[in-house]
């Protein structure tokens, strides 16, 4: 049973910097791409990064290049998101999610929901202003 198990979220203050992990389990994680999303209250859910584990190449957002950036340890079967200089607008519950490796081939791909089979639980990151 494949699981994504994220975590890291919390109550941090405009401009701090926080770093989220997505720790996956149940699969060959070479064989996959690693998706973050996240949603706020009231608001579909967006793409923020993805990465290929195979090789580690990166997509971001448009809106996320720059205090975003996504990474793995292959070692431990976990990807990192750190966020850098937090704004209020980046509260939400981060998601990440897993995909058959092949299936990210690009910015659009890695930024659907569409893409992605399976889903993490949710971290919730809180910024106070």
């Known amino acids: 049973e494949v699981q994504l198990q994220a975590s890291g979220g919390g109550l941090v203050q405009t401009g701090d910097s926080l770093r989220l992990s997505c720790e996956a389990s149940g699969l060959t994680f070479e064989d996959y791409s690693v998706g973050w999303f996240r949603q706020a209250p009231g608001k579909e859910r967006e793409g923020v990064s993805g990465i290929e584990i195979s090789d580690g190449t990166t997509y971001y957002a448009d809106s996320m290049k720059g205090r975003f950036a996504v990474s793995r340890d292959n070692a431990k079967n976990t990807v990192y998101l750190q966020i850098d200089s937090l704004k209020p607008e980046d509260a939400a519950t981060y998601f990440c999610?897993?995909?058959?490796?092949?299936?990210?081939?690009?910015?659009?791909?890695?930024?659907?929901?569409?893409?992605?089979?399976?889903w993490g639980q949710g971290t919730l990151v809180t910024v106070s202003s």
């Open positions: 999610a897993s995909a058959t490796a092949g299936r990210m081939v690009g910015s659009a791909t890695a930024g659907s929901i569409y893409t992605y089979a399976y």
